[in-house]
């Protein structure tokens, strides 16, 4: 006869914990699923309001780490890329001729084919069109500002050169590196690249050269110059570009950002940690005489307000 064997107290436990385990996750994946978003829809209703108070057409297009999430945790970064340069240019086909474009940038830079997309989209927009840098658009982001018929910059907000990038390398440098070589000790594939990094470098001049000039951000006569300055790899590709230096190249920098967007900027955090790097109080009576005070509960929400399109995350094989 075949005995029943009982199971023990371990089996028992053992038992509990996957049906624990289990469940969690299901529970996890469903909140994921089905939670309703109220941070889009803060951060529509920050947006209708700007909009409202400006009488124009807001994109945000705003770069954090919380654009891809594993069980509602973000991971990773996100870069300009062809994502997001599909979004913004539906949203400028969306808005009227005569409307203005006011366009918030916070981006490290990405792609430079989707970058230059979304600066002749603005460029060909009949309205004016303002770009406001809270904290930074570097490379890609700054040919996109370059577009713009006024820059608003922080005054701490910074810009930054447009050289191409191949890969992990300047275009600046793979050319340099290959002229401080006889020919015959440089192999066929980085003469190839080489090759490719002057056109890449001969591409993205001409561009700003042309978005400068259409712009007005400077003279016609000086466009070419200050293109060749920004894309030359004078400098290193994080070289901060500020609001003296920018003002001396002869851009249209403004520094009188609108309260508004510092408090859109509030609902586009980065990803929390246990420990912050940085810890302050706010002070009780606010931000010192020429700054706006900004409170994140300040901003209104409106349930019923549509979610503004957020740009995708991807990784940038070349940067700009």
């Given at each position: 006869m075949s005995t029943i064997t009982r199971p023990t107290l371990f089996d028992r436990l053992?038992?509990?914990?996957?049906?624990?385990?289990?469940?969690?996750?299901?529970?996890?994946?469903?909140?994921?699923?089905?939670?309703?978003?109220?941070?889009?829809?803060?951060?529509?209703?920050?947006?209708?309001?700007?909009?409202?108070?400006?009488?124009?057409?807001?994109?945000?297009?705003?770069?954090r780490?919380?654009?891809?999430?594993?069980?509602?945790?973000?991971?990773?970064?996100?870069?300009?890329?062809?994502?997001?340069?599909?979004?913004?240019?539906?949203?400028?086909r969306l808005t009227p001729a005569d409307k203005p474009i006011d366009l918030i940038l916070h981006t490290p830079g990405g792609l430079v084919l989707a970058a230059e997309q979304i600066a002749r989209a603005l460029l060909e927009h009949p309205g004016k069109v303002t770009v406001f840098v809270p904290h930074y658009a570097m490379s890609g982001g700054t040919l996109v500002a370059l577009a713009a018929n006024e820059i608003v910059m922080d005054p701490n907000a910074v810009l930054g050169p447009v050289d191409p990038q191949l890969g992990n390398a300047p275009a600046a440098s793979i050319l340099k590196a290959v002229e401080q070589k006889p020919v015959e000790r440089i192999s066929d594939q980085t003469l190839i690249l080489a090759d490719v990094a002057r056109k890449a470098q001969n591409q993205v001049r001409e561009v700003v050269t042309e978005l400068l000039a259409e712009s007005k951000q400077v003279p016609h006569e000086r466009a070419p110059e200050l293109a060749k300055m920004l894309s030359e790899g004078r400098w290193t590709h994080d070289f901060p570009i500020n609001v003296k230096t920018a003002r001396s190249f002869g851009l249209n920098i403004s520094t009188e950002m609108p309260r508004a967007v510092y408090e859109i900027m509030d609902l586009y955090p980065q990803a929390p940690s246990k420990r912050p790097s940085v810890i302050y109080l706010e002070p009780p009576e606010g931000a010192r005489p020429g700054f706006p005070t900004v409170t994140p509960e300040s901003t209104p929400v409106t349930p019923s307000a549509p979610a503004a399109p957020a740009p995708a995350a991807a990784p940038i094989p070349s940067k700009g």
């Open positions: 053992a038992s509990f914990a996957r049906f624990v385990f289990w469940g969690l996750l299901v529970f996890l994946l469903l909140r994921t699923m089905f939670a309703p978003d109220v941070v889009g829809q803060r951060r529509a209703a920050a947006l209708a309001s700007f909009e409202k108070a400006r009488d124009s057409r807001v994109i945000a297009l705003i770069h780490a919380d654009r891809a999430n594993i069980l509602g945790l973000p991971i990773g970064g996100s870069y300009i890329n062809i994502e997001d340069s599909e979004s913004v240019l539906r949203a400028i």
